[in-house]
């Protein structure tokens, strides 16, 4: 349960969001979570005991992201090889995240329904993606994304739920590319993330049976492009598997489910 002090400046969409989540209880005073605006009018959250840490609003529209998904050498990338073309169907990132390689599949033209359960993560991307998608719209020529990327931007969909639930109640219907990267446990004595991870890390915790049952999910859908995110070196899931495309530190295992 997070406990989430909320600023009088927060639009009142997200307080009534967060009043109905049955994983928030909006807290009176700031002890723990804070939600509030910042300089840019970018919904950003910060933690009390966490001072060191900057405190984190996603933004899209920086010159460091718009440069990123203008100058991206799609054919190079393991995971855009991965999910295959953007003509084969929408792609369903049932672990949207921070939106990371969401921003990639949109720079490669991609239809993206992007899924978050956790309701602090699932406000700060879609704050992010609402301006990333002002921007598409109304500043369009200074952008200068291709018109593959704007329609990718106007199309994008994000929902806050279970992956799980959703698959279960009927994925099945839909057709593409189901996208999984999920956490998978930090290793010992291994390097501190940096950045948007460390807040992950405070966020998110990772679970085996949370891996296993949305692993579970994606190989039970049907005539799906099923592609997931692993380390170098671990082990593949069973089911029906293609192909492994490797990058320099992670690997994007595919799978057609029939
Ligand atoms: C490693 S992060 C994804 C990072 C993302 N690919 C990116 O590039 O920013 C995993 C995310 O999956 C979310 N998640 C885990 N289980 C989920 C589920 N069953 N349904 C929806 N989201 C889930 C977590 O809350 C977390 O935000």
Redesign the pocket.
Known sequence: MFEVFVADAVSEDVKSFLKKSKDVQVAEEYLQWHLALNDNDQLCLSHIEEKKLKPLALDFVSARSLHKMRSLQRSKQPLIKALGRPEQGRVY????????????MLSAGFHVTA????PL?YLLLSDAVNRLKFAAESEAETIGFPKRVTDAISKLQVVH??????VEAGMNRATGAV?L????EAKKGGRLSQG??QW?QR??SHSEE??E??VRAALSTKGFRVVI?RGLKADRFDGPFQHAFAGSSVRYDMYLTS
Request: proline share 5%.
């Open positions: 990132d049932l672990t949207a995240g921070f939106g990371g390689d969401l921003l990639l899924v978050e359960s956790n993560v739920a279970d992956s799980v639930t959703l996208y990267d999920p956490m998978f948007p991870m992950m966020l998110v949370g891996v049952s949305l995110k």
